[in-house]
Every structure is written in structure tokens, then in C-alpha cells.
């Protein structure tokens, strides 16, 4: 099992190596989901690196994708939604959620979603199912906390696997 701190060390060489044009030998993304208590509420983000992203949001929806473009925000908040909400589900102690799409924003070579679960009051568990970037890559790697509190359960999926259950 690879330690936290050798994950954390190869995702800084990937963005280095996307930086300085090389293609990034790691596909990997992160989502952390936050129990905010005092809103009753998941607050979710998935960070996923914007070539790759845009490479499968173009073969899924046989269209131009440019997350950069002003012009397309609109465009592209549409299809991001789409995929995420079809790649990324998560139960709240044992029950389905409905994630709220948010939107996204760039930074640098990455690609940031925000998503939210509404109307939970408490939290016991919640299971990801997490299969992003998976219908593209099959050595596909997920980076997943949940954090309730001062408490972060973390874990990484890899491909084909898709699911952690984080109790509390």
C-alpha cells in the first residue's frame, strides 16, 4: 500500500511534468467531501486535470471542449454537470443524495467542481462511488477524503474498483 506522503510526492511530479509540457505519466483525480454541520450540508470538489478532462468530455459528447474559454462557460457547465453527476454518486448514512452541480473554475492544469448535498443533519457514513476519468484510463487512480470535523478518512481507488465507505 503507498503512503500518503509518496501519493502527495507523485502528484507534484505530475503537475510539474504537465507544466513543463511532458504528459503526465500518473491519471489520478482527488474529490474531498466536507460535513459542514452548522449548514446541514456535503460540500463536495473533484479536482481532475484539465487535459484529460477535456479529452473525455470531447469523446463522450463528440464536441469542442475548452474549459478556458469565457465564451463556452455556460456550454461547458452544462457538460461538466452531466459527467460528474453520471460519474460520481454518494449515499449519506446509507441512503442515495442528490449532488447540486456548483461549477467549476480552472487552476493552472487542473480543473475544480464544486457539487453539494443539501438537508443532512447529521452523518454516520457516506459511501462514494466514484468512477471518474475511469471510461478513459484503466490505471485510473482516486483520491478520496471525507471530512467530518476534525476527522479525515482517506483513501485511494483504483481502477476497476470504485467504492470507500468512510463511518464516523
Known amino acids: 500500500?503507498?503512503?500518503?506522503?509518496?501519493?502527495?510526492?507523485?502528484?507534484?511530479?505530475?503537475?510539474?511534468s504537465v507544466k513543463a509540457g511532458i504528459k503526465?505519466?500518473?491519471?489520478?483525480?482527488?474529490?474531498?467531501?466536507?460535513?459542514?454541520?452548522?449548514?446541514?450540508t456535503l460540500e463536495v470538489s473533484c479536482r481532475i486535470f484539465s487535459d484529460d478532462?477535456?479529452?473525455?468530455?470531447?469523446?463522450?459528447?463528440?464536441?469542442?471542449?475548452?474549459?478556458?474559454?469565457?465564451?463556452?462557460?455556460?456550454?461547458?457547465?452544462?457538460?461538466?454537470?452531466?459527467?460528474?453527476?453520471?460519474?460520481?454518486?454518494?449515499?449519506?448514512?446509507?441512503?442515495?443524495?442528490?449532488?447540486n452541480y456548483i461549477g467549476f473554475e480552472i487552476d493552472r492544469e487542473a480543473t475544480n467542481i464544486y457539487l453539494e448535498v443539501e438537508r443532512i443533519p447529521?452523518?454516520?457514513?457516506?459511501?462514494?462511488?466514484d468512477t471518474i476519468l475511469y471510461d478513459l484510463f484503466d490505471d485510473q487512480m482516486s483520491i478520496v477524503h471525507v471530512v467530518k470535523g476534525s476527522t479525515r478518512k482517506s483513501t485511494k481507488i483504483l481502477y476497476?474498483?470504485?467504492?470507500?465507505?468512510?463511518n464516523f
Open 1 to 16: 500500500m503507498y503512503s500518503l506522503k509518496y501519493i502527495i510526492l507523485l502528484l507534484c511530479f505530475a503537475c510539474y
Open 53 to 99: 478532462f477535456e479529452t473525455i468530455l470531447a469523446k463522450l459528447y463528440k464536441q469542442k471542449i475548452d474549459l478556458n474559454s469565457a465564451n463556452m462557460k455556460t456550454e461547458m457547465d452544462g457538460l461538466i454537470k452531466k459527467y460528474l453527476l453520471s460519474h460520481l454518486q454518494l449515499k449519506a448514512n446509507g441512503k442515495g443524495t442528490v449532488l
Open 122 to 129: 447529521a452523518i454516520k457514513s457516506v459511501e462514494v462511488n
Open 24 to 40: 503526465h505519466p500518473l491519471h489520478v483525480s482527488t474529490t474531498e467531501i466536507n460535513f459542514n454541520a452548522k449548514d446541514k
Open 160 to 166: 476497476p474498483e470504485k467504492k470507500f465507505v468512510a
